[in-house]
């Protein structure tokens, strides 16, 4: 009996412990390794690393399901038997997605692994055809806009906008004057394949200033052999106009591909629900275009887009005096009320924007590849302020910026490292036209940036990567500016700055300020994955921003936005240190992400409002740029809910608290709390019929900094002082919004949606504390957008 025993003992072990091993490699069609599959085998799953390599180690014996799978890439579903140790190596092939037989696919490219990237759906994308690249992002929990009126925006990310946000479109860095409140990014978004935010300076490759975020945007990528076009229609209520926009798109996975897409935008005034917004109209012209070729082990391309768009500004936010701003301040109501038109009069802002590049890829060896770009801009910005006789056809600001930039990138994998290393050099050259007869605001000068990063990715094990990196930047501007004298003797500037003075000319100073700036950045982080689909986002960077040339050498009267800017040459860099966690939960019908941050950057730079000053133009309210120790702190929230197959509930929260320290006071221009909230109801069988009921929350921003001034202002024809309230913010709103579509097939090749999208839907009268011109007017009343979108 005892030997029954121990022989049935030694059965049952062989049986238990009869487990073995599984590794291999993981490649697509061109036999690149694949980082990232997901490969599962019995009860254990892991993901390959970098070079495609996977290890699944006490597999039972017996046979057992394989199932291999990776976002754009056919899945492998096997049955295989264990009965040893085995290498198992695949090649996975593309998954076609398709759309009435055209084939598309996009793969996901992360710039950091440990922060989250947020991507807008291609569907956004094309839903606000009609409207900014800001509009679009908004959509982010985290982001909000900064606007001057409703068609100049631009977007805030955790608190901070304009250039500590760089964007980069198709892995080119925008250069187009963005260092106004007032000047939106000079980008069609009809020619986004993909829009990716990244909250944090992470992405060092990019520049090591990006204090607020990143947004980086791409082209439509097709590697399929085929040839399709889209045409979207829109037709907006208010505004009375809209826009048509055509893409072609030829693909390829070897040899020849392109794309190329045009917009045109005609819309009029806009109003609010009680009153015209006068010269409010806009109109754009847009063109991209790109091309590539690729090879086996090569791959060389280029593209060329141009922006051109006339951007009225509301003539109510033009004042001729002091009284105008208080009467505008306390009535609520707009002094200038013309009937609808689709003419665009001055006040108005004329831009052109020309972007060239030319890059080529090299894969070196499976594992290493090396790619160099070069990228050519030119933007021309003309801001027309009303004038006398003739003059009111010349403009007031004629700024031209022409940017070169080189990129050489080297990247790497080694078994469990990746490694990305490249340099870039920059040369900057804007010439302020001197024949508009007004004194510039933003003088001529020339700017050389040098960087170089290093940026390292360790796998730990299938659950853990760590990444961090360093950036080296040299920056050196040098500017030509006249100074009247009286402005230089205000400003102090005699004996910290006397050894830029080179001439003189009447009343004024010829100068040309120089400056040199060496920035060390870098950053740390991890993502953890645990068990029951939660991940772990960590990551802490240190940022530098050096003071733009409008926050240094900003001296008179900023056309487009009714105010007088002070730069200031005192201005050092802003250094950002900046602490991010993120935790995702994935349930089987909900998710869960929650961001909390803080901030701390030393020599934060802001604009604050210090009075009046009278020109022969009239009297404008006065802003200086100056500097603080600040902090921010703030937390976002997402949360997705499918509550059944045909409804599924959306949300998304974002908070930020803003302090100046070294005033001991809030910062100004912080976004206030927003809960923005979405129930969707889809139905495929109904002609794949979508609808959307959006809530949109701003609450009262109650957090400000006291910039109130008093002054005299003409009261039956008598001088009476008066406080001017430039400070208090606006009352919270709530804002509905609907959109609903349907989809049908016009034949083989052929399908036609449309869309109705209703803004405001219940026409509410507000006003945005992030708008410029909250103290002159209403933001927008309630606007019925049809869209046709034809494919094709």
Do not use: C
């Not at 059965?11 to 490649?27: E, N």
């Not at 046979?63 to 090649?91: A, C, H, M, W």
């Not at 086996?296 to 500004?313: D, K, L, R, V």
């Not at 604050?608 to 200086?624: C, D, L, N, S, Y």
């Amino acid at each position: 009996m005892r030997t029954i025993q121990l022989l049935f003992f030694f059965l049952f072990s062989t049986v238990i412990w009869s487990q073995y091993s599984i590794d291999g490699i993981i490649t697509d069609e061109n036999g690149l390794p694949l980082k990232g599959a997901h490969v599962h085998i019995a009860n254990k799953t892991t993901s390959t690393l970098p070079n495609g390599a996977f290890l699944l180690e006490k597999i039972p014996t017996g046979k057992q399901r394989l199932y291999i799978s990776f976002i754009g890439y056919q899945p492998i579903d096997t049955v295989i038997v264990v009965s040893q140790n085995l290498t198992l190596n695949y090649q996975m092939v593309l998954d076609i997605t398709k759309l009435n037989e055209i084939a598309l696919f996009q793969l996901r490219k992360n710039s950091s692994v440990s922060v989250v990237e947020e991507q807008i759906a291609k569907a956004t994308i094309e839903q606000y055809s009609n409207q900014t690249l800001g509009d679009a992002l908004k959509e982010v929990a985290g982001v909000s806009i900064l606007k001057t009126g409703s068609t100049i925006v631009k977007p805030v990310i955790n608190g901070l906008h304009s250039s500590r946000i760089p964007i980069i479109n198709n892995n080119v860095r925008m250069e187009d004057q963005q260092w106004g409140t007032e000047h939106a990014p000079n980008f069609d978004v009809n020619s986004a394949g993909k829009i990716t935010v990244i909250k944090g300076a992470s992405a060092l490759q990019y520049g090591g200033d990006a204090i607020g975020g990143l947004v980086l945007i791409e082209s439509e990528v097709v590697k399929k052999d085929t040839l399709f076009g889209r045409t979207i229609a829109n037709f907006a209520s208010n505004g009375r106009g809209g826009s048509i926009s055509s893409s072609i798109h030829k693909g390829n996975r070897l040899g020849w591909s392109w794309n190329v897409v045009g917009t045109l935008k005609h819309l009029g005034d806009r109003e609010t629900p009680d009153y015209m917004l006068s010269n409010t109209g806009n109109r754009e012209q847009n063109f991209s275009g790109s091309t590539q070729y690729n090879a086996e082990n090569y791959s060389i391309g280029g593209m060329y887009s141009f922006y051109n768009a006339q951007i009225g500004i509301l003539k109510a936010a033009h004042i001729g005096n002091v009284t105008d701003l208080y009467n505008a301040i306390t009535t609520q109501q707009p002094f200038v009320v013309d009937p609808f038109t689709y003419s665009i009069d001055n006040p108005k802002q004329e831009v052109q924007h020309h972007l060239g590049k030319v890059n080529f890829k090299k894969w070196l060896s499976e594992s290493a590849t090396l790619d160099m770009q070069y990228a050519f801009q030119f933007n021309n910005r003309l801001e027309y302020d009303v004038r006398r006789n003739s003059e009111n056809k010349k403009a007031s600001l004629d700024l031209q910026l022409a940017t070169h930039t080189l990129l050489v990138d080297y990247k790497k994998t080694f078994d469990h490292w990746q490694l990305k290393t490249g340099a870039n050099l920059g040369y900057q050259n804007n010439f302020a036209n001197p024949q508009t007869g007004v004194r510039p605001l933003i003088p001529s000068y020339q700017k050389i940036d040098l960087g170089t990063y290093a940026i390292g990715t360790y796998n730990i094990d299938n659950s853990m990567v760590l990444e961090g990196g360093l950036r080296y930047d040299f920056s050196t501007i040098e500017a030509t500016k006249y100074y009247l004298k009286s402005r230089w003797e205000e400003r102090g500037y005699d004996d910290e700055f006397s050894h830029f003075i080179v001439g003189e000319e009447g009343n004024q100073w010829l100068t040309k300020p120089k400056f040199d700036y060496h920035n060390l950045t870098g950053n740390l982080g991890f993502r953890k994955q645990f068990h029951h689909e939660l991940e772990w986002y960590s990551n802490v960077s240190l940022a530098s921003r050096n003071p733009n040339p409008s926050e240094l050498f900003s001296d008179g009267l900023h056309h487009s936005t009714g105010q007088v800017e002070l730069g200031d040459l005192r201005l050092e860099r802003e250094q950002s240190f900046k602490f991010s966690n993120t935790l995702k939960k994935d349930w089987k019908k909900t998710n869960l992400s929650v961001t909390p941050f803080i901030n701390r950057i030393a020599n934060f730079i802001y604009l604050q409002p210090i009075g009046f000053e009278t020109t022969i133009r009239g009297a404008f309210p006065v802003w200086e740029f100056k500097q603080t120790e600040a902090l921010l702190t703030g937390i976002d929230v997402n949360f997705n809910w499918d509550v059944t197959q045909a409804f599924s509930y959306k949300s998304n929260f974002a908070y930020v608290n803003g302090e100046n320290l070294t005033e001991n006071q809030p910062l100004i221009d912080m976004p206030p709390v927003t809960w923005n909230q979405k129930l969707v109801y889809s139905n495929p069988k109904w002609y794949d019929f979508t609808a959307s009921l959006q809530s949109e929350l701003v609450f009262r921003q109650t957090r400000f900094p006291d910039y109130n001034f008093e002054t005299n202002i003409v009261v039956n024809n008598e001088l009476e002082p008066v406080i001017v309230d430039i400070s208090s913010s606006p009352a919270g709103y709530h804002l509905l919004h609907l959109y609903g579509e349907m989809t049908f097939n016009l034949g083989k090749n052929n399908k036609i949606t449309t869309a109705l999208f209703i803004q405001n839907l219940t026409n509410t009268a507000y006003r945005d504390y992030l708008n410029r011109q909250r103290f002159y007017a209403d933001e927008m009343g309630r606007n019925i957008q049809l869209q046709i979108k034809y494919n094709f």
